[in-house]
């Protein structure tokens, strides 16, 4: 057998150009990635404590014996004296997906919500509403809106609206809220 004469130059080659490879990686994640560049997180931690005191909803049951949601005792009433429109339109913004907010804005997969305090329920122009909401009957009323948002599979059973509902009792005011100030003619609170 004769030995190949290079075989050592070959080998030497070849860690070269892999700790070559490895200095290049080290380079460009440091050009791509610097660490404490950030000066805050996007997202909280867990472990971070946020402070909410509006009222709540009751905590949810375990998984498996989940019950719905009940809209507020006594009606929206209280909780609406309460309520913050500007915190309603920041809870809102999740439903501009589907929604449209603005005077003569057009219908997205949901109805535009120009108005609808005191609108008939499942009847505007120009959108064809679910028969659970077409045949509802009745206006948008503060409690009706409560309903409706708390669950609105709930209030009526084969809604096209897929969202689950708000469980918090004081976002629901707060919506609410928003919703009765997108009116030239605001509806007066109960």
Do not use: Q
Request: aromatic share 8%; hydrophobic share 45%.
């Amino acid at each position: 057998m004769s030995k190949d004469p290079l075989l050592l130059t070959k080998l030497a080659g070849a860690a070269l150009v892999v700790a070559w490879i490895a200095v290049a990686a080290v380079f460009v994640s440091s050009i791509l990635y610097r660490p404490g560049s950030i000066d805050s997180p996007a997202y909280p931690l867990l472990d971070t404590e946020i402070v909410d005191e509006r009222p709540t909803a009751p905590a949810a049951p375990e998984a498996g014996t989940e019950a719905p949601v009940e809209p507020a005792a006594g009606g929206i009433g209280a909780l609406l004296a309460a309520a913050d429109a500007a915190a309603g339109e920041k809870v809102a913004k999740k439903c501009a997906a589907c929604h449209s907010f603005e005077e003569g804005g057009r219908h997205k997969i949901g109805p535009n919500l120009w108005n609808v305090v005191g609108r008939g329920i499942g009847a505007v122009d120009g959108y064809k509403f679910s028969a659970a909401l077409a045949e509802h009957g009745g206006t948008w009323g503060y409690d009706e809106l409560d309903a409706f948002l708390t669950a609105p599979k709930t209030f009526a059973a084969g809604t096209k609206m897929t969202f689950a509902g708000l469980r918090n009792e004081a976002d629901r005011a707060d919506v609410i809220a928003y919703l009765r100030n997108l009116s030239d003619n605001p509806k007066p609170l109960p």
